[in-house]
């Protein structure tokens, strides 16, 4: 199917443990981010990619390694999982000279115990 | 730094009722937009506008961007309990050269009771 997916929906894992969490879109799309979605923050951007091999550090990066080797895909990989990194996780794509419109993924929600 | 305060943060109205959501800003925009998230889900654009005073309606909705591109409104005439969910308005900044990123406001969770 065409449009913007991660995987996967649900994760639990341990303090510690290095996690990774996948993101895919179909359009082509020169830019992706990463936000992570938390009661009283909002949406906040961890790190974004303006095409394949580029990327830039967000509002809150520190944790947080990301990848772009190929333009459809954006992996965040969390290093050291800890507990402050519960969060929901969303994945954008957005195509340029669009006024930066963006499309979401459905969504990551990562407990770490 | 650019920001993007939204009002009301909640909002619970009945069916029928009218509202209207702000989002404000002391920078100007090139453009704002207009999101809604229902639980879940990822937020799903609903509209963009560009012109300063420009007004865009999308069926029962209206959104106004503000005429020095500052602020911007979202006003749902006869609610209905599928328009529950959380709005959120974002800026594309005047100076955010080649990143195509967003200001996002702090959002509006509604809550339309049947």
């Known amino acids: 199917d065409a449009g913007i997916t991660q995987s996967p929906r649900y994760k639990i894992t341990e303090t510690g443990r290095q996690v990774t969490l996948m993101c895919h879109q179909t359009?082509?799309?020169?830019?992706m981010f990463w936000y992570r979605q938390d009661l009283g923050h909002g949406l906040r951007l961890i790190y974004y990619?303006?095409?394949?091999?580029?990327?830039d550090k967000g509002e809150v990066p520190d944790g947080y390694v990301v990848s772009r080797s190929k333009t459809e895909n954006f992996p965040l990989t969390l290093e050291s999982a800890t507990r402050s990194q519960t969060s929901v996780y969303f994945c954008a794509s957005s195509d340029w000279g669009s006024r930066n419109e963006q499309f979401f993924g459905p969504g990551t929600r990562l407990t770490v115990l | 730094t650019q920001l993007l305060e939204q009002s009301p943060q909640f909002l619970s109205i009945q069916e029928g009722e009218n509202l209207t959501v702000y989002c404000n800003s002391s920078s100007v925009f090139s453009s704002l937009q207009w999101y809604r998230q229902e639980p879940g889900e990822g937020p799903v654009l609903l509209v963009t506008?560009?012109?300063?005073?420009e007004v865009k309606k999308l069926k029962r909705l209206t959104f106004q961007f503000g005429d020095a591109r500052k602020d911007s409104s979202l006003h749902i005439t006869a609610a209905q309990p599928g328009d529950t969910g959380l709005y959120l308005c974002a800026g594309e900044p005047t100076r955010g050269g080649a990143t195509n990123k967003l200001i996002f406001g702090t959002g509006t969770l509604l809550a339309v009771q049947p």
């Open positions: 506008v560009v012109t300063g005073g």
């Open positions: 359009w082509s799309h020169s830019y």
């Open positions: 990619s303006a095409a394949a091999d580029i990327t």
